[in-house]
Every structure is written in C-alpha cells, then in structure tokens.
C-alpha cells in the first residue's frame, strides 16, 4: 500500500452562488436589515412593517445615532450601521426546483446598511456586531500589495 486511501472515495459538490447587484428582479432592502436580538423560528412571509416600528431618538452615543423599537413587548435600542464602500449585504434564495443543481443560490435582495438591535444596552462602539467592521479595513490592508518602498521605509537599521 502506498498509504492512499484505496476504496474511499470523496465525492466534492458544486455550489454555485450568483451575487447580482444592480437587476430589476432584485430588491433594494437598504434601511430594512435588522439583526434582531432572538431566534424567530419562522422564514415565511409576514407584515413585519405593520408591529415593528422603529422610530429615532435624539440620542447619540460613540457617534451612532440610537434608534428605539419594540418586538413581543421589549424595548430594543438600535443603530444603523453602513456597510463600508465597495461592500454589498446579500439576501440569497435557492433557485427554482427545475435547475439542474440544487445547491444553486441566487440574489434576491440586496442591502447597503444594516441596523443592530441591542435589549437591554443603547448600541455602541464597544458591541461585538460594530466592532466586527473594523476587519474590513485591517483585510484591506493585509491584502495590499506591498511594494519596495514600503519595505525599505519599515526596515530597521
């Protein structure tokens, strides 16, 4: 034996995942993303619009400004935090029955900000979900490329 795994096999799957921007078959959900502070154990349609009402505050804390809603009797401190330029939110959907791979995903909305609920706190710059965006531009910069200007300005003599 030569250490292969003789009689196995690994089977891969193709997923395919079709990201479209700007198409008049997908909605523009910018302003109505919320990342809610549950678990909603239902996906099908509901008038979310006619309970959920959000409405602003005069207040502000880390230069985010509060928004203020109920959901099942609780009151939600909330912000609205843009997604950095060049970054899109996704809402994806399988695509129909009749395509011939069923791991097929598609884009059926899209969304430009998102806003962060909080139950008990007022949102700030401490919460994990805004902290989160400041990956964005550490990824931006380690995956820049470096030229050798850059290194001869950082080396130590």
Same mark, same amino acid.
């Not at 509901?46 to 959901?71: C, I, N, Q, R, W």
């Not at 843009?82 to 809402?91: Q, R």
């Not at 001869?152 to 003599?157: A, G, K, P, Y």
């Given at each position: 034996m030569d250490g292969g +795994?003789?009689?196995? *096999? &690994?089977?891969?799957? !193709? #997923?395919? &995942?079709e990201l479209i921007r700007d198409s008049a078959a997908v909605v523009d959900l910018t302003g109505k993303v919320?990342? $809610?502070?549950?678990?909603? #154990?239902? +996906?099908?349609?509901?008038?979310? *619009? +006619?309970? /959920? #009402?959000?409405?602003?505050?005069?207040?502000? &804390?880390?230069? $985010?400004?509060?928004?203020?809603? !109920? /959901?099942?009797?609780?009151?939600? !401190?909330?912000t609205t935090i843009? $997604?950095?330029?060049?970054? *899109?939110? /996704?809402?994806l959907g399988k695509k129909s029955p009749e395509e011939k791979n069923p791991d097929c995903w598609e884009t059926r909305a899209t969304s430009? %900000?998102?806003? &962060?609920? %909080? !139950?008990?706190d007022v949102p700030s710059k401490d919460d994990a979900f805004v902290r989160a965006f400041h990956w964005f531009a550490v990824s931006k910069t380690l995956h820049q490329t470096v030229t050798a200007e850059d290194l001869? *300005?950082?080396?130590? +003599?």
């Open positions: +795994d003789e009689g196995s *096999s &690994v089977t891969a799957s !193709h #997923k395919t &995942v919320h990342q $809610l502070p549950c678990c909603i #154990k239902y +996906d099908g349609p509901t008038s979310v *619009s +006619d309970y /959920f #009402k959000p409405k602003s505050t005069d207040m502000e &804390v880390d230069g $985010l400004k509060v928004e203020e809603a !109920h /959901f099942r009797g609780r009151k939600l !401190h909330g843009a $997604l950095p330029e060049g970054y *899109s939110g /996704f809402i430009r %900000n998102v806003t &962060v609920w %909080n !139950h008990d001869e *300005s950082t080396c130590i +003599d």
